[in-house]
């Protein structure tokens, strides 16, 4: 006789995302159904509201009605730490080894280490991937370069020399001297590029003899000022970067079209080509790869692969075995062609043992919300479509995408900090962070109202005001996590 589908609840984010929020009942969804079918469960979703994520989590495990799977924010996080303390997640060791199989070999032994999967060994969290650890980007106004005869720019003075051309050329032609050759937003969100090339991206760490210090202290960022207080003063750098917000930042890209080179996240490269081209038609945005500094390196911070989304599995669910099962379903050929592709007959058809995908139509904004949420909300786990060749490379409008993940996964600077939780320190000495003191003193170097030579100086005070423990507690944590 056929056992009956196991049946068990799930409590998952609705992640903000209009298409799940706009369903009356996500359990006789199309696509939830067919999750069903495929994964031969019979499983019951609660959603969560994503606005009211971290208090419903709260009332969840104070109830102590935990749903048998839980989405959750990492095992570390001020909602579950307690709930792990207090015993009531089930350790899962055992059951990904024993019922797994395609989990544990699609996800890196680091995967299993982060502090918001396991605790002290013990893992309680199966992790979320991120669509592309690599995932920043330079891009530039290629139009701008063609039109003044210039190549592409690699190193620093390469970067000064198209820099210059930009502020003095009128490369957009209306006939002033407007443009922004480089223009990032405050706290140098997006605006790393040149920190990247000296090798001291301010939000990384770095392991130096022994010790797990920010990337804000090393002697290289002297240097790193010393140019950027160049550009400040030359104009390449747009002036009012440390005090604007990400709106004012893409009015100036893409409304104005004055910018000409930026940083941004590489899966956006086409957007940021198609709203620059908008208001300027003979705009071409390109993906470059980011300056290379003394080193002949550059780029951005390489990302954690795991996501802080992590799920979770009540010590009371019945059939644990068969949630891990469950998980164990995105990591299969069968489970990643439902969420990439959706259902055959609907989202796609089979021709000659290939699959034949009607990709939405850019302008119809229903269609693209669907498979967003399918790709990224019905993807519970699992490497996600980004890493899908086929899916990416027939992808209407879309290879302005491939080449800045390509660029980006070739470049990058490594943060032994990755993963880093919150450290006490941190909790009553905030100024410690890259935001506070050091931005403080770089807003002042950079904009000539003090000499980098103070540099030693601020590390020292620093390092007195709380920088040595700080330092002390990293580097704890580096050795019992990553080592
Ligand atoms: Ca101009």
Redesign the pocket.
């Known amino acids: 006789m056929p056992r009956r589908a196991p049946s068990f609840t799930i409590g998952k984010s609705t992640n903000g995302l209009p298409y799940i929020e706009g369903i009356p009942n996500i359990n006789e969804n199309k696509y939830m159904k067919k999750l069903k079918e495929l994964s031969k469960t019979n499983v019951k979703v609660e959603l969560i509201p994503h606005a009211e994520f971290k208090q419903k989590l709260q009332l969840i495990f104070a109830s102590g009605e935990i749903p048998d799977l839980l989405q959750t924010d990492g095992i570390n996080s001020t909602e579950v730490a307690p709930a792990i303390d207090a015993g009531v997640l089930l350790p899962l060791n055992d059951l990904i080894d024993k019922y797994a199989p395609n989990m544990k070999k699609a996800l890196p032994k680091e995967a299993w280490q982060y502090g918001t999967v396991s605790k002290d060994g013990v893992i309680y969290g199966i992790p979320t991937l991120e669509p592309a650890p690599y995932g920043g980007a330079s891009f530039i106004r290629k139009d701008w370069l063609d039109k003044l005869g210039l190549p592409v720019p690699k190193t620093l003075d390469e970067f000064v020399t198209v820099m210059k051309a930009f502020r003095d050329k009128?490369?957009?032609?209306?006939?002033?001297?407007?443009?922004l050759p480089w223009s990032a937003r405050e706290k140098f969100r997006f605006g790393d590029a040149f920190f990247g090339a000296y090798g001291v991206n301010p939000e990384g760490w770095k392991l130096v003899n022994g010790e797990l210090v920010p990337n804000f202290i090393l002697p290289e960022m002297k240097a790193a000022l010393d140019f950027h207080r160049m550009l400040y003063a030359e104009k390449l750098f747009d002036n009012e970067s440390f005090v604007q917000q990400g709106k004012d930042w893409d009015a100036k890209i893409r409304g104005k079209g004055?910018v000409g080179f930026w940083s941004h996240s590489a899966q956006e490269a086409q957007l940021w080509s198609a709203e620059v081209k908008k208001n300027s038609p003979d705009a071409n945005v390109v993906p470059i790869p980011s300056p290379v500094g003394p080193d002949g390196k550059g780029g951005y911070l390489i990302r954690s692969v795991v996501n802080p989304k992590t799920w979770v599995i009540s010590k009371s669910a019945k059939n644990p075995e068969e949630i891990i099962k469950f998980m164990d379903f995105f990591f299969t050929e069968e489970g990643q062609r439902l969420v990439t592709y959706g259902i055959e007959g609907d989202n796609y058809t089979m021709e000659n043992g290939k699959i034949k995908y009607k990709y939405p139509s850019a302008s119809d904004a229903t269609a693209v919300q669907e498979e967003i949420a399918r790709q990224e909300w019905f993807r519970f786990t699992g490497p996600t479509y980004l890493s899908d060749p086929e899916f990416m490379k027939n992808k209407p409008e879309n290879e302005k995408v491939v080449q800045a993940l390509e660029i980006s996964k070739k470049e990058g600077r490594v943060n032994d900090g990755d993963g880093i939780p919150a450290l006490p320190t941190l909790k009553t000495r905030p100024e410690l962070k890259f935001d506070g003191l050091w931005l403080e003193f770089a807003a002042k170097v950079i904009t000539g109202k003090e000499s980098s030579d103070g540099f030693d100086k601020f590390v020292a005070d620093w390092k007195k005001r709380g920088g040595d423990q700080l330092i002390k507690e990293a580097t704890q944590w580096y050795n019992q996590s990553k080592k």
């Open positions: 009128d490369p957009n032609g209306n006939g002033k001297q407007d443009e004055i």
